[in-house]
């Protein structure tokens, strides 16, 4: 039988994320050779050069064009999102997968990452991006099926406040940087992970996301 459009769809944002992950995880490869990079957090210089604002910018690019395929696969709102969920959510893990069949890192999945430097530096073991990319995978692909859901005020205020938690703990250390007016964001390396309060955020954005897509309301079709 051949595939429909909604599957060839389907395979093509999968396709599209595998293939960006490689090009990115590309780039940080020539990045550590250039700045002879073995250890992360030893080897690592924030000091901003020439690169600095081209490696935002590639951010920056990497963001919207994720954002863009969703808005073109998609042909609803729900659905724009979803794909943008579920491409985000491909990218980032196969990004790891390239980077370890390309320089066998990392090593392990508690070994540090620098995820982001938009706003500011972003630090954490490489597990916690991965698990939010599986829940990412997961919301997008419900979120690209023919399904109503009903989201309550209470379901977005979860939402936002798990998403925002989660966030801090990949920044808490920049952000108190900030706030002290005690150091400076380009020494910045992590030492410890606040799992604990990630993990809380994590399962109040999964059991929020239980809730909705699984209630009576999100079983109507």
Not at 14 to 30: D, P, T
């Amino acid at each position: 039988m051949l595939p429909t459009l909604k599957e060839k769809k389907n395979w093509g944002v999968v396709i599209f994320a595998i293939a960006m992950a490689y090009l990115e995880s590309a780039v940080v490869v020539y990045l550590r050779a250039m700045y002879d990079i073995e250890d992360l957090i030893r080897d690592i210089n924030f000091e901003t050069d020439i690169y600095t604002f081209i490696e935002i910018g590639r951010e920056a690019a990497t963001i919207v064009m994720l954002v863009i395929i969703g808005l073109i696969a998609g042909n609803t709102w729900q659905k724009k999102i979803g794909y943008f969920f579920l491409s985000f959510g491909i990218w980032d893990i196969f990004y790891y997968i390239w980077l370890y069949t390309f320089i066998q890192w990392p090593a392990s999945l508690l070994e540090w990452d620098i995820l982001f430097l938009i706003p500011l530096p972003w630090w954490g073991p490489v597990s916690a991006p991965v698990l939010i990319s599986i829940l990412l995978i997961t919301i997008g692909y419900l979120l690209i099926r023919d399904v109503k859901i009903l989201v309550t005020s209470i379901d977005w205020i979860a939402f936002g406040l798990s998403i925002i938690v989660l966030l801090y703990t990949f920044t808490e250390d920049s952000i108190r940087v900030i706030v002290s007016g005690i150091g400076n964001l380009t020494e910045i390396r992590p030492t410890s992970f606040n799992w604990i309060l990630f993990l809380i955020a994590y399962a109040a954005w999964t059991l929020t996301t239980i809730k909705v897509f699984y209630s009576r309301a999100g079983r109507q079709k």
